[in-house]
């Protein structure tokens, strides 16, 4: 049970990557989240990622890491000390490199709570070795999928109450269906054909080249529609290639990174993600259900646990560009089913996949492995980290 007055965490993430993209943003919604709830929260990045950067700017405490491996034991007893001082009572690791490092040091310094979060759909190469990220160097392991959470179970061979799946909550505040809409390179008005859009990261498994086939596709069918890709990553000429190449070029528009996601969503006629491999629960997918637009996914990974064909939204094999191609006509053409499933996938997110309702799961988990035992949170309130 929650109780009434907040607990005081003392929480410390630690995250490897240079980027920006769905696993950094989760790592920030579980800091500021916990930061507005009066927890001391810091994070442990490298000093030029962009994570790095967007904490600091947040008011969230920093701490630099290059996660050079020739420094790795002088590391591990410098963090060991940190984690001493600071008094940290969870550590949070969500990268190869920065799980061993900083598990290392966790274990060193006797932190009371050490997870692991594996945010992607992804197959250990070397699971004998990869169990022990999960067992000596993980107190317990959140997910972003039941799909994810099921192989690790069985891979590391974990118990049912040491993984959790926990999807990124939504901010339903932010992203709901009746806010402003993004100001995008398309034609509107009366008349103007639907937007599809893409928004994720640039990368190789997102499945653009099965969205550009499927515009192909639909326009040789006689459909009418405009494509819009956002993102930022991997050079927007590469991707703009893609659609020459499959005669697309004249009708997709690439905006390249946008921070008005909210905005963006709202102004699509339906958001597709046509992922190939690597996915967990998408917090695109979740975010376009909370505000309302209409969504074709791929049965890639977890997409299919808030995607529910007929009831939230329309799926399609991974890869197969002609059933993409289908359930985009469908989503514009059965306007009346297409509505029933906007709602029904709002519904789904302020009931389950709301951001507080994580950061109260989050919070019972931390109860649980911390309370049972007589190691519940200083009664203060003042943080840690001033």
Same mark, same amino acid.
């Given at each position: 049970?929650?109780?009434?007055?907040?607990?005081?965490? +003392?929480?410390?993430?630690?995250? /490897?990557?240079?980027?920006?993209?769905?696993?950094?943003?989760?790592?920030?919604?579980?800091?500021?989240? !916990?930061?507005?709830?009066?927890?001391?929260?810091?994070?442990?990045?490298?000093?030029?990622?962009?994570?790095?950067?967007?904490?600091? /700017?947040?008011?969230?405490?920093?701490?630099?890491?290059?996660?050079?491996?020739? &420094?790795?034991?002088?590391?591990? &007893? +410098?963090? =060991?000390?940190?984690?001493?001082?600071?008094?940290?009572?969870?550590?949070?690791?969500?990268?190869?490199?920065?799980?061993?490092?900083?598990?290392?040091?966790?274990?060193?310094?006797?932190?009371? &709570?050490?997870?692991?979060?594996?945010?992607?759909?992804?197959?250990?190469?070397?699971?004998?070795?990869?169990?022990?990220?999960?067992?000596?160097?993980?107190?317990?392991?959140?997910?972003?999928?039941?799909?994810?959470?099921?192989?690790?179970?069985?891979?590391?061979?974990?118990?049912?109450?040491?993984?959790? %799946?926990?999807? %990124?909550?939504?901010?339903?505040?932010? !992203?709901?269906?009746?806010?402003?809409?993004?100001?995008?390179?398309? !034609?509107?008005?009366?008349?103007?054909?639907?937007?599809?859009?893409?928004?994720?990261?640039?990368?190789?498994?997102?499945?653009?080249?099965?969205?550009?086939?499927?515009?192909?596709?639909?326009?040789?069918?006689?459909?009418?529609?405009?494509?819009?890709? %956002?993102?930022?990553?991997?050079?927007?000429?590469?991707?703009?290639?893609?659609?020459?190449?499959?005669?697309?070029?004249?009708?997709?528009?690439?905006?390249?990174?946008?921070?008005?996601?909210?905005?963006?969503?709202?102004?699509?006629?339906?958001?597709?993600?046509?992922? &190939?491999?690597?996915?967990?629960?998408?917090?695109?997918?979740?975010?376009?259900?909370?505000?309302?637009? =209409?969504?074709?996914?791929?049965?890639?990974?977890?997409?299919?646990?808030?995607? +529910?064909?007929?009831?939230?939204?329309?799926?399609?094999?991974?890869?197969?560009?002609?059933?993409? /191609?289908?359930?985009?006509?469908? =989503?514009?053409?059965?306007?009346?089913?297409?509505?029933?499933?906007?709602?029904?996938?709002?519904?789904?997110?302020?009931?389950?996949?709301?951001?507080?309702?994580?950061?109260?799961?989050?919070?019972?988990?931390?109860?649980?492995?911390?309370? +049972?035992?007589?190691?519940?949170?200083?009664?203060?309130?003042?943080?840690?980290? /001033?």
């Amino acid at each position: 049970m929650i109780e009434n007055r907040p607990r005081q965490w +003392r929480i410390l993430h630690s995250e /490897a990557s240079l980027g920006w993209g769905g696993q950094e943003h989760r790592v920030m919604a579980e800091l500021s989240g !916990f930061q507005r709830r009066g927890c001391a929260v810091s994070l442990l990045a490298h000093p030029q990622s962009q994570i790095m950067a967007r904490a600091q /700017a947040a008011g969230i405490t920093t701490h630099a890491c290059a996660y050079d491996r020739r &420094l790795m034991a002088y590391d591990v &007893l +410098r963090l =060991a000390l940190l984690l001493r001082r600071e008094r940290i009572q969870v550590v949070n690791t969500h990268s190869s490199r920065d799980g061993w490092l900083v598990g290392m040091a966790a274990r060193l310094a006797r932190t009371k &709570l050490l997870l692991r979060t594996r945010h992607i759909d992804v197959i250990d190469r070397t699971p004998r070795v990869s169990r022990y990220k999960f067992t000596l160097m993980a107190d317990h392991a959140l997910t972003t999928s039941d799909k994810i959470t099921r192989y690790i179970r069985s891979t590391f061979d974990l118990a049912e109450n040491r993984a959790t %799946t926990l999807p %990124t909550g939504i901010d339903v505040g932010q !992203f709901h269906p009746g806010g402003p809409k993004a100001d995008l390179p398309v !034609f509107r008005g009366t008349g103007a054909p639907p937007v599809i859009g893409m928004v994720s990261v640039l990368r190789s498994w997102k499945g653009h080249q099965t969205f550009f086939e499927a515009a192909r596709l639909l326009r040789e069918s006689g459909r009418d529609f405009q494509y819009v890709v %956002t993102g930022g990553g991997a050079p927007v000429e590469v991707y703009a290639a893609m659609a020459r190449s499959h005669g697309v070029e004249d009708c997709v528009k690439f905006t390249g990174h946008r921070e008005d996601v909210p905005d963006v969503l709202r102004a699509l006629d339906v958001l597709c993600i046509p992922s &190939l491999k690597h996915e967990g629960v998408p917090q695109i997918g979740l975010q376009a259900l909370a505000s309302g637009t =209409a969504v074709v996914g791929s049965d890639c990974g977890g997409i299919p646990e808030i995607i +529910r064909d007929g009831s939230t939204g329309r799926v399609f094999p991974a890869g197969n560009a002609d059933a993409m /191609a289908g359930r985009i006509a469908a =989503a514009i053409d059965e306007r009346e089913q297409t509505r029933k499933m906007c709602l029904a996938g709002r519904e789904l997110v302020e009931k389950h996949h709301s951001l507080d309702a994580m950061l109260d799961r989050l919070d019972e988990i931390y109860a649980r492995h911390l309370e +049972r035992s007589g190691k519940n949170a200083l009664p203060h309130t003042k943080p840690v980290f /001033a």
